[in-house]
């Protein structure tokens, strides 16, 4: 880790089988530990295009440089009849008679769906640690339903620990998904919420060792991250069949 992050708990997890750890700093800075950097990767908030956007997305490709750039790119565009197939299950893109404005979306820069989550690497990716990187795109609260929109962002996280598990990553870090503005009215602990649970419930359906690191980049979201960690971790651990389940270690 850098100067700039600071680590604020780790939850040992299933008979110390997983763990998730929680961070105040930028997913950037993340580095694996070494019997695991090769089975490594960060996660960023992506959009639809996946070829960069603001905050840590940007952040993100300015440390990732060219290489990163360019896998990016090469991520194949999703067919057309592919993405109106899509489109008939969200219900905010559609007229008030019910039919689908396709004309909101631009359907040739589509690279990956909402819910959904696109892999690059492995490569040597600038001054990013890991060599994969994982592209997950979350809602846009402000153009779903509140019930669409949760189950969108849980399909984000699990669709990005799928990736990790089909590639043999064991250690992922995410930056938080649709946390900052794409929240829409929603508050940051509900979206915090249901990327904790998601997180927790694979680790229970797959029997697959996973180190997970959880990246917050404000003071507020740190905050907020760490209490529902808590919250959910110590709760769970209680209902499970394994001795020591959350071991928390508090720094």
Same mark, same amino acid.
Request: aromatic fraction near 8%; charge should be negative; glycine fraction near 8%.
């Given at each position: 880790?850098?100067?700039?992050?600071?680590?604020?708990?780790?939850?040992?997890?299933?008979?110390?089988?997983?763990?998730?750890?929680?961070?105040? *700093?930028?997913?950037? +800075?993340?580095?694996?530990?070494?019997?695991?950097?090769? !089975?490594?990767?960060?996660?960023? %908030?992506? @959009?639809?295009?996946?070829?960069?956007?603001?905050?840590?997305?940007?952040?993100?490709?300015?440390?990732?440089?060219?290489?990163?750039?360019?896998?990016?790119?090469?991520?194949?565009?999703?067919?057309?009849?592919?993405?109106?197939?899509?489109?008939?299950?969200?219900?905010?893109?559609?007229?008030?008679?019910?039919?689908?404005?396709?004309?909101?979306?631009?359907?040739?820069?589509?690279?990956?769906?909402?819910?959904?989550?696109?892999?690059?690497?492995?490569?040597?990716?600038?001054?990013?640690?890991?060599?994969?990187?994982?592209?997950?795109?979350?809602?846009?609260?402000?153009?779903?339903? *509140?019930?669409?929109? +949760?189950?969108?962002?849980?399909?984000?996280?699990?669709? !990005?620990?799928?990736?990790?598990? %089909?590639? @043999?990553?064991?250690?992922?870090?995410?930056?938080?998904?649709?946390?900052?503005?794409?929240?829409?009215?929603?508050?940051?602990?509900?979206?915090?919420?249901?990327?904790?649970?998601?997180?927790?419930?694979?680790?229970?359906?797959?029997?697959?060792?996973?180190?997970?690191?959880?990246?917050?980049?404000?003071?507020?979201?740190?905050?907020?991250?760490?209490?529902?960690?808590?919250?959910?971790?110590?709760?769970?651990?209680?209902?499970?069949?394994?001795?020591?389940?959350?071991?928390?270690?508090?720094?």
């Amino acid at each position: 880790m850098t100067a700039t992050t600071r680590n604020l708990g780790k939850f040992i997890l299933l008979n110390g089988r997983c763990s998730i750890s929680i961070h105040h *700093g930028s997913v950037v +800075d993340f580095s694996p530990p070494t019997h695991l950097r090769l !089975a490594s990767a960060i996660v960023n %908030a992506a @959009n639809e295009r996946c070829l960069g956007g603001g905050g840590v997305d940007r952040a993100i490709n300015m440390a990732g440089g060219a290489a990163l750039k360019a896998d990016r790119c090469a991520l194949p565009i999703l067919p057309d009849l592919e993405y109106n197939e899509h489109l008939t299950l969200v219900d905010s893109l559609c007229d008030n008679e019910g039919a689908i404005s396709t004309d909101k979306i631009e359907k040739d820069d589509v690279r990956c769906y909402t819910g959904d989550s696109k892999i690059t690497g492995p490569g040597q990716y600038g001054d990013l640690k890991v060599p994969f990187v994982i592209h997950a795109v979350g809602p846009n609260y402000f153009h779903y339903s *509140g019930e669409k929109g +949760d189950s969108l962002l849980s399909s984000a996280y699990s669709s !990005a620990l799928q990736q990790a598990k %089909a590639k @043999n990553i064991q250690c992922v870090a995410f930056s938080l998904i649709s946390s900052g503005i794409f929240r829409g009215r929603c508050t940051l602990s509900h979206v915090l919420k249901i990327g904790v649970t998601t997180i927790y419930e694979f680790m229970q359906k797959h029997h697959f060792p996973l180190e997970i690191h959880l990246y917050a980049f404000t003071s507020d979201e740190a905050c907020e991250l760490m209490d529902v960690a808590s919250e959910i971790l110590e709760d769970q651990s209680s209902k499970d069949n394994y001795t020591n389940e959350a071991d928390v270690i508090i720094d």
